[in-house]
């Protein structure tokens, strides 16, 4: 079955970096992604990630993941303000329905 | 980039009474669009899978007769919640896979509507 658990807060201060963690169950998930929701919004795809890479950067965003352990990361280089959001990890297998984790609410503080 | 647009974006309605929601994909085709459902401050839940020119896919618990799903075009999925009660009352986001070779298998979400059922 899929699960995935993601924790559920995370401050951070205006400059630095953000870590938002992420593990999941399935091992056959293809596509593991992270997804942005300000409040009252949809959902904007931040980046994605193939399961057989271990590693993505594009621009202030960096994704790792550790297969053998099922968990993913995503980092945020120097938070900025705009940065305070919930974050979805979710995985997908082999038919593109996603799996959500509960959300991380991230705080930036000035 | 791609877009998914849904509409509305807020309706409120009448116990009783049905409502849909409308899913577009307006610069890819998407053969298949999914149906989630986001209660506050939890995650989503997928409700269900669409699929164009057949019958919706339905998740364990999902009513399929108070849920109908209709993919009646390439581009266009809609969500009709039939005799709305309060309990129904949410966010409801739709998402959809570019199917292009080049699209990366990025799947794109639309804004989602708020239902409020009173």
């Known amino acids: 079955g899929e699960d995935v658990e993601q924790s559920l807060f995370l401050s951070v201060r205006e400059g630095d970096s953000s870590v938002i963690n992420c593990t999941y169950t399935d091992s056959s998930s293809t596509y593991l992604y992270w997804y942005k929701q300000e409040p009252g919004a949809g959902l904007q795809l931040l980046t994605y990630i193939f399961s057989n890479m271990d590693m993505k950067q594009d621009q202030r965003l960096t994704v790792l993941l550790n297969k053998k352990d099922k968990h993913l990361s995503l980092r945020i280089a120097d938070t900025q303000t705009g940065d305070s959001a919930i974050y979805f990890c979710a995985e997908s297998v082999d038919d593109y329905k996603l799996s959500f984790g509960a959300g991380t609410t991230v705080t930036v503080r000035a | 980039g791609a877009v998914v647009s849904q509409h509305p974006s807020r309706v409120i309605c009448k116990s009783g009474t049905s409502v849909k929601i409308e899913c577009r994909s307006l610069d890819f085709q998407a053969t298949t669009m999914f149906w989630y459902r986001q209660f506050p401050k939890q995650s989503l839940m997928l409700m269900a899978t669409s699929n164009e020119g057949s019958k919706a896919t339905y998740e364990q618990g999902v009513e399929k007769d108070k849920f109908l799903i209709n993919h009646a075009s390439l581009t266009l999925s809609t969500l009709t919640v039939t005799s709305a009660h309060p309990e129904d009352s949410s966010f409801y986001i739709c998402?959809?896979?570019?199917?292009?070779?080049?699209?990366?298998?990025?799947?794109?979400f639309g804004e989602g509507s708020w239902l409020t059922v009173v």
């Open positions: 998402s959809a896979r570019d199917l292009a070779e080049n699209s990366g298998n990025t799947i794109y």
